[in-house]
């Protein structure tokens, strides 16, 4: 019994899944050269049609996967919370894909939600290059699969559109809170990881500390508390801090508990904020300033947005961007 795939009848006959799918389901729609040339290597590759070759032309599933760099996140709990209402509201069954794996490249996951026969696409990973972004545009052109951005963003293109807040004015009105504060050796606490949104944070924590003529001082360091916490006692050794952006909650708070065993009082002697407003932030002592990112909403908006694509609605903003506020409490000094 033959094993072939259609990726391999695919790559064998140098054309689209959707293409071999439709040779053999809607041959009308298939130039006769190119369906004799699928036809050819289903026959030598003994390939045997399934049920995913058969649904991929009209690919009706009602399903919608969901992109998620890890769960361990609170915020990404919460945005899924915001992206099942509204999939629950137009009756569409969501599967989950995590990325953060070491053994599945990204690449071979979308493969599999091609597969899946999916109707849309919600990519939640922060960190997109262009090799990455170039294949979203493939899956989205190539199997008229549509794609939203959620809680992320590819500058200088709105061809797959996006929905989150203005990062970079997020970072810009916190760190003028903390000059305001008469802070004058502020860290933006970033990742070594590159991830587009931290890099719009920092984009609006440099404008802030240039206008003030101050100078900037970017931390690269990991989400995890076993290898920051290393990092931050040994700048505490060497460096002089008085101010902290976090790009992340968990971070900032990583950060106060350093602090705290080095006999640095918050916001005594450093001011603390982080980002997103996620249960972190009301759980540490003291209570932590930071901006709020309306996640439940982020995601809400995002699968809303998608059922306007799959169902090709209108969409007048292909870049959605929602409102934050600061949300200042006992971190910092006002």
Do not use: W
Not at 108 to 116: C, G, H, S, T
Not at 240 to 258: C, E, L, Q
Not at 311 to 324: A, G
């Amino acid at each position: 019994m033959s094993k072939a795939t259609i990726y391999d009848v695919a790559g064998a006959a140098r054309v689209s899944l959707a293409t071999v799918s439709r040779a053999i389901n809607n041959p009308e729609k298939v130039k006769p050269e190119t369906r004799e040339r699928v036809l050819k290597v289903i026959e030598e590759l003994g390939y045997k049609p399934n049920a995913f070759a058969k649904g991929l032309a009209s690919r009706k599933s009602t399903t919608v996967a969901v992109l998620v760099p890890d769960m361990s996140r609170a915020s990404i709990a919460e945005m899924m919370n915001g992206i099942a209402d509204i999939a629950r509201v137009y009756k569409y069954s969501i599967l989950l894909y995590i990325l953060d794996s070491e053994d599945t490249p990204e690449e071979d996951i979308l493969k599999e939600i091609v597969a899946a026969q999916v109707d849309g696409i919600l990519y939640l990973n922060d960190e997109i290059t262009d090799s990455q972004f170039e294949l979203l545009q493939t899956i989205k052109n190539a199997y008229q699969i549509p794609i939203v951005l959620t809680n992320t963003i590819y500058p200088g293109s709105d061809e797959i559109p996006s929905v989150s807040i203005d990062y970079e004015k997020a970072g810009y009105e916190m760190t003028r809170r903390l000059i305001e504060d008469g802070r004058q050796n502020i860290y933006m606490v970033s990742t070594v990881r590159k991830y587009m949104v931290n890099d719009q944070k920092e984009a609006g924590y440099l404008r802030a500390v240039q206008e003030a003529g101050l100078t900037p001082r970017i931390m690269r360091t990991s989400g995890r508390i076993s290898i920051n916490t290393e990092h931050f006692n040994e700048y505490f050794k060497d460096h002089k801090v008085d101010g902290v952006v976090a790009v992340r909650d968990s971070i900032a708070v990583s950060f106060m508990n350093v602090a705290r065993e080095n006999n640095v009082s918050i916001p005594e002697d450093i001011s603390v904020a982080g980002f997103q407003n996620t249960k972190y932030a009301v759980l540490a002592r003291p209570k932590l300033s930071c901006v709020d990112v309306p996640i439940y909403d982020i995601g809400a908006v995002g699968m809303r947005l998608l059922t306007k694509l799959m169902n090709q609605e209108e969409i007048t903003d292909r870049r959605v961007k929602l409102d934050h506020s600061l949300i200042l409490r006992e971190t910092t000094k006002s």
